[in-house]
């Protein structure tokens, strides 16, 4: 088996929010503060929903807040369509954000209130990335660990590698190390908008499995 020519060495990030002291009770008042807020407290609320798990029905914490909290249903369904990988930087995908949220005041001048306790607080996060001890010197040892990493490493090199980088981190991987281009431009395509980090880590063990199977048909006689 073709040996890397350097070794995947494995990372994950912990996330650490605090709050900035800004809320919002109602949309005009979201609308306000997602203008003025820090690049950090946008990413927070939308790139890095996806490392909390949540149900795929929202896409960020706005939406999720203005379907759940405000039960503005087609307004949520509109910021749940804002791809953030979409945007070059944080300024672009704050001024989508601000877009949608003005066509719909444009309709609905009114908005209603939150009930007590229901705010929409704006935080930021503080990330601390470190070494999970792993290294993968091959295509069989990185698939065996991809399938028992943290979902916080697959989150770090699938996710937020796309937002360091403009790529993620394991089809640079195997495209620059072990010159696998196909694979790579496999895992490249996975949409990371479109499933959950369990999904994404599915996908990338489907797509690593096919090619290994492809590895030992060209071997056997």
């Given amino acids: 088996m073709a040996q890397a020519k350097e070794p995947f060495e494995f990372r994950q990030c912990v996330s650490i ?10 949309l005009r008042e979201l609308r306000d503060a997602i203008a003025t807020v820090s690049n950090e407290s946008i990413f927070h609320h939308t790139h890095q929903y996806f490392l909390r798990g949540h149900i795929l ?6 939406a999720h807040w203005a379907g759940e909290s405000l039960e503005e249903r087609i307004l949520s369904e509109h910021l749940s369509n804002i791809d953030p990988y979409a945007f070059k930087n944080i300024d672009e995908l ?6 949608v949220i003005d066509v719909y005041l444009e309709n609905f001048p009114e908005p209603r209130e939150v009930v007590a306790g229901a705010e929409f607080y704006f935080k930021e996060t503080i990330t601390l990335i470190f070494p999970v001890g792993l290294r993968a010197k091959n295509l069989a040892e990185f698939l065996i660990a991809i399938k028992y990493i943290d979902v916080a490493a697959i989150y770090y090199h699938f996710y937020e590698a796309r937002v360091r980088l403009g790529v993620d981190d394991f089809s640079r991987w195997l495209e620059d190390s072990l010159n696998k281009k196909e694979l790579a431009e496999n895992i490249r395509s996975i949409d990371p908008f479109m499933h959950s980090i369990e999904g994404i880590r599915e996908r990338i063990i489907e797509a690593v499995e096919k090619d290994l199977r492809k590895e030992m048909e ?4």
């Fill in 17 to 26: 929010s605090k709050s900035t002291g800004k809320k919002a009770k109602n």
């Fill in 57 to 62: 029905e929202y896409t960020n914490d706005f």
């Fill in 94 to 99: 704050r001024q989508e954000l601000l877009h």
């Fill in 218 to 221: 060209a071997i056997e006689p």
